[in-house]
């Protein structure tokens, strides 16, 4: 009877503690997988392009000032970006950091990407443009920690998308209130301050042996196990009793 509950209890401890994240991971893979199925999305670089008839480029009108270096060593400026679409302009960025030395939209630390969006199922195909509209100046402290990242919840994107007909959309969203496109699309721009999942991060920010391999799906399969060795040793001592009984 002892034993029984020991194994039981442990099973019960490690499998509830281990199903949150094991539920989220398998539906990440699950995500990941149609996200995979129904898009293509491909991250363009240069500052002007053409889609359908149509121009798209960034233009920028550069601050004076000194700037400062940022703590991976590239020299931040200030600009006024500002974002045309066959001559028209369709957005501005006033007062926002670029990487002086670096070319193309690399220069933009970040915060601007061209992508083209596939749709595979609908077989359309949609030019983004994905910009970050908060702005981030970091730098580096003697101590060595970094000062200017905005909080999370405070980061704040904007998408434009052009579709083949010539007609643009636009949407606003905060870092926590994406959808699961919005994520994808995040990722492939590279302006999210990290690589980010839609129900969890854990596939893209770690794996390793321990996180998600040893915890959560190994100590979910040994929850699992202990639960049916404490079952099988309840109707082990059923069987017993009754025989005793008879006997």
Do not use: C
Not at 79 to 93: F, H, K, P, R, Y
Not at 94 to 119: H, K
Request: net charge neutral; hydrophobic share 40%; glycine share 8%.
């Amino acid at each position: 009877m002892k034993k029984r509950m020991i194994f039981f209890v442990l099973g019960m401890v490690l499998f509830l503690a281990s199903l949150p994240m094991s539920t989220r991971l398998v539906m990440e893979l699950v995500h990941n997988q149609k996200m995979k199925r129904e898009y293509k999305i491909t991250n363009v670089l240069d500052t002007r392009q053409h889609f359908k008839g149509h121009t798209i480029e960034i233009n920028e009108t550069m601050k004076d000032g000194k700037g400062n270096v940022d703590p991976w060593g590239d020299q931040i400026g200030t600009a006024d970006l500002s974002v045309n679409m066959d001559g028209e302009e369709i957005e501005t960025l006033t007062n926002y950091p670029i990487q002086v030395r670096t070319e193309g939209l690399n220069r933009y630390s970040g915060g601007v990407a061209f992508l083209t969006l596939e749709d595979k199922k609908n077989r359309k195909t949609q030019f983004v443009i994905l910009l970050k509209e908060t702005r981030e100046f970091q730098k580096k402290l003697p101590n060595g920690d970094i000062t200017g990242s905005a909080p999370e919840d405070k980061l704040k994107y904007k998408v434009f998308r052009l579709d083949e007909n010539g007609d643009i959309s636009h949407e606003s969203f905060y870092l926590p209130e994406r959808d699961g496109l919005q994520t994808e699309l995040l990722n492939a721009g590279r302006v999210a301050p990290y690589p980010l999942g839609y129900y969890t991060d854990v596939w893209v920010s770690y794996p390793i042996f321990f996180i998600p391999f040893l915890f959560p799906f190994f100590t979910l399969i040994l929850g699992i196990i202990f639960i049916l060795v404490s079952l099988i040793l309840k109707s082990g001592g059923t069987h017993d009793t009754k025989q005793t009984i008879l006997e």
